[in-house]
């Protein structure tokens, strides 16, 4: 059974760096036809996609976050991350990592999320 | 860029027939699929290429794309489908895009 899960710092201040890790268990990150997707949801509010990583290393961002927003693997320890700069109180949310399936990218397995609060 | 619209809420008496609408120019050229969220969990898809059902997905999930609109449709709704809803799809402009989300009430 695939399973994802996030880790990284629960308290950032503004305007530094938001970094996160997506370990992955039961399967590849190399697998093929597989995309591995970071998303966030503020608190009280819906889901917004941040990007993903395609099993070759290929990246696509939010059009929005883009020039915020770096997505990288690493395969020998099965694991993915993104970094988020100059962070402020809208960043606030519980970051999810998930996997995606062929062009369409619907999200497959999701890990359990991850609050990240932005505040000094 | 591309924007999915949903309404925010829905509601269904138990039993009956819920639909939750999702509008997007040409979403019916596109694939759709659909998310059930329950408070403090992580969204659970349901519904991928317009109308699968993943693995362990009950069968009063089902759901059409056609023309602008995604329609999940959920038949003989029971109190454990009291929950948000999120459509996405897939677009070359923006990538993923979710929806705004619906509260269904039963």
């Known amino acids: 059974q695939l399973q994802l899960q996030e880790s990284g710092p629960g308290l950032v201040k503004p305007s530094e760096t938001l970094s996160l890790t997506c370990s992955v268990s039961?399967?590849?990150?190399?697998?093929?036809?597989?995309?591995w997707g970071w998303i966030r949801q503020p608190p009280g509010k819906g889901l917004e996609w941040i990007g993903s990583?395609?099993?070759?290393?290929?990246?696509y961002y939010n059009p929005s976050l883009k020039s915020r927003v770096t997505i990288s693997g690493d395969t020998s320890k099965n694991q993915f991350s993104l970094n988020v700069r100059s962070v402020t109180a809208a960043d606030t949310a519980v970051y999810y990592c998930?996997?995606?399936?062929?062009?369409?990218?619907?999200?497959?397995?999701w890990g359990q999320g991850t609050l990240v609060t932005v505040s000094s | 860029s591309y924007e999915l619209t949903q309404p925010p809420s829905v509601s269904v008496s138990p039993g009956q027939t819920a639909s939750i609408p999702c509008s997007g120019e040409?979403?019916?050229?596109?694939?759709a699929c659909w998310y059930q969220q329950k408070p403090g969990q992580s969204p659970v898809l349901v519904i991928y290429?317009?109308?699968k059902r993943p693995s362990g997905i009950p069968e009063r999930f089902s759901g059409s794309n056609s023309g602008n609109t995604a329609t999940l449709t959920i038949s003989g709704t029971q109190a454990m489908d009291e929950a948000d809803y999120y459509c996405?799809?897939?677009?070359?402009?923006?990538?993923?895009?979710f929806g705004g989300g619906t509260k269904l009430t039963v």
């Open positions: 290429q317009d109308r």
């Open positions: 990583i395609y099993y070759s290393g290929g990246t």
């Open positions: 996405q799809a897939w677009d070359s402009s923006t990538a993923v895009v």
């Open positions: 998930a996997r995606g399936i062929g062009a369409a990218q619907p999200l497959d397995y």
């Open positions: 040409k979403l019916g050229d596109k694939n």
């Open positions: 039961g399967g590849s990150i190399s697998s093929s036809s597989y995309y």
